[in-house]
């Protein structure tokens, strides 16, 4: 989660109408640690500690990118704060289908970059029509 994600996750956050079930998180903007870090400080901020959270992708499909560096160190612009919840300890492919699984039909909504959910189809393809893939335009 990089400044502009978290401004995306405070959005849906505010949606009263929106089901927030996963969100899985990988490299883009800063580290893949940094972005679970940044995701979990934007939902304790929020009091949406009920939202899991997992570990995904810290690198790209075909290359060995990790990360670019953007908003800062952190990728929040150098904002820290200590939190106290964890990303669940599962793996985020199956997690995902778990919730897919449970629903007519999922939206999935993209942020950052897509390798989590290339992976996702990639392990479960039978999943295909029940999800419809709302993008982020970067």
Known sequence: TGI??????????????LDIQLITCCFGNTTIQ???TNTLIVLELLNRTDIPVCVGESKSLNSNIEHISAHGVNG???????VSTKALNVNYIDKMHEVV??????????????????????????DINKIKLINHPH
């Open 34 to 36: 940094n972005s679970v």
């Open 101 to 126: 699984s449970t629903n007519e039909l999922t939206y999935i909504i993209a942020c950052g970059p897509y390798t989590n959910i290339a992976k996702y189809i990639q392990t479960y393809p039978q």
């Open 4 to 17: 502009d994600d978290a401004v995306a996750l405070i959005t849906a956050c505010a949606q009263k109408d």
């Open 76 to 82: 929040l612009g150098g904002y820290t704060k200590q």
